[in-house]
């Protein structure tokens, strides 16, 4: 079975504190995800990768960053932490336009 | 651009009946359409996904779906409910590209009454 792990179930930091969230996957996939995930507004896509090094913008890149130095690892980084950067994270891989396999988030919380 | 929309936000129904959780989608390719499950705090289960071929899918748990491509729709629907089907359900459209980014919908949360 595939398996996508997130480094935290939950986190608590403060505004303008700089976060990592890291994301591990073990079946060699190519393409790796970062989505947030609000009430109402389902996921939406804020980073992906499609090769070690390689990365694209998704629909809200602003305040976030990306780093995949390794095929197996994804890094979402806030840069500066504030409270509208505070939902749910999720992570997720696949092969090459195959099914996106999913970890099992990480909630964020910025006070 | 593609766009999926889920029709009710939340869908109550009794234990042992009919579930029916609605999507539509915009694609001017050929789509493929998925269906995801999330249980309270974890992250997203495939229930089901449509690529090519037989346009009725069945899923994990009894779930299936149909595309109709006239319509524009790839409704989930499971015969009899079970109290374990609580959860939010997430329809998606991609299209056939290597990257294969999915657009979600909004989601719709069901709640199983005994």
């Known amino acids: 079975d595939v398996k996508v792990t997130q480094s935290s179930r939950y986190l608590v930091k403060r505004t303008g504190e700089k976060v990592f969230l890291e994301c591990v996957q073990d079946?060699?996939?190519?393409?790796m995800f970062w989505y947030r995930q609000d009430p109402g507004l389902g996921l939406r896509l804020i980073y992906f990768?499609?090769?070690?090094?390689?990365?694209e913008k998704g629909d809200i890149p602003e305040g976030y960053s990306v780093s995949r130095e390794k095929k197996e690892r994804f890094s979402l980084i806030l840069e500066s932490a504030s409270t509208n950067q505070t939902s749910m994270y999720l992570c997720?891989?696949?092969?090459?336009?195959?099914?996106?396999?999913f970890g099992p988030g990480t909630r964020l919380t910025v006070l | 651009a593609q766009s999926v929309t889920q029709l009710g936000s939340h869908v109550s129904v009794s234990e042992g009946a009919l579930v029916l959780l609605r999507c539509n989608y915009s694609?001017?390719?050929?789509?493929?359409l998925f269906w995801y499950v999330q249980y309270p705090n974890q992250g997203l289960q495939l229930l089901l996904k449509?690529?090519?071929?037989?346009?009725l899918v069945k899923g994990i748990n009894g779930f299936e779906a149909e595309f109709k491509k006239s319509e524009t729709s790839f409704h989930l629907t499971k015969p009899s409910a079970h109290m374990s089907d609580a959860a939010e359900y997430f329809c998606?459209?991609?299209?056939?590209?290597?990257?294969?980014?999915?657009?979600f919908g909004q989601g719709t949360t069901l709640q199983v009454k005994p």
């Open positions: 990768s499609y090769d070690v090094k390689m990365k």
């Open positions: 449509y690529t090519t071929g037989a346009t």
């Open positions: 694609s001017s390719v050929p789509p493929y």
């Open positions: 997720a891989s696949s092969l090459q336009g195959r099914t996106q396999y």
């Open positions: 998606a459209v991609t299209n056939s590209g290597n990257t294969g980014k999915l657009i």
């Open positions: 079946m060699d996939h190519e393409n």
